[in-house]
């Protein structure tokens, strides 16, 4: 069984920063590629940033230049480090995986953005 355990959301102000943590556990053989979504209230999920195992990477036009998504050394981990947050980067954020040709996800941990 695959999991995805995410951590570091949080309360910060605008114009802060947040690290977002992601680790997949279990019997992994292959992961492709590991992505960041978030949903705020009212709104549908949303792609945030996608980094393949190749290390490619592609963002939302809203969070070029403020958000980096990057893989950990052991490649079963992926960070989401957020720069000048905004208060309309609140949401849930959550953590995707294609693992083992199959599609995971986290449980959602809650970004708040405000003053």
């Known amino acids: 069984q695959v999991q995805l355990v995410e951590s570091g959301g949080g309360l910060v102000q605008p114009g802060g920063s947040l690290r977002l943590s992601c680790t997949a556990s279990?019997?992994?053989?292959?992961?492709?590629?590991m992505a960041w979504y978030r949903q705020a209230p009212g709104k549908q999920r949303g792609l945030v940033a996608r980094?393949?195992?190749?290390?490619?990477?592609n963002y939302v036009d809203s969070v070029k230049g403020r958000f980096t998504i990057s893989r950990g050394n052991a490649t079963n981990t992926v960070y989401l480090q957020m720069d000048s947050l905004k208060p309309e980067d609140t949401a849930v954020y959550y953590c995707?995986?294609?693992?083992?040709?199959?599609?995971?996800w986290g449980q959602g941990t809650q970004v708040a953005v405000s003053s």
């Open positions: 995707n995986a294609g693992i083992n040709a199959r599609n995971y």
């Open positions: 279990g019997s992994i053989f292959s992961i492709y590629a």
């Open positions: 980094i393949t195992s190749g290390g490619n990477t």
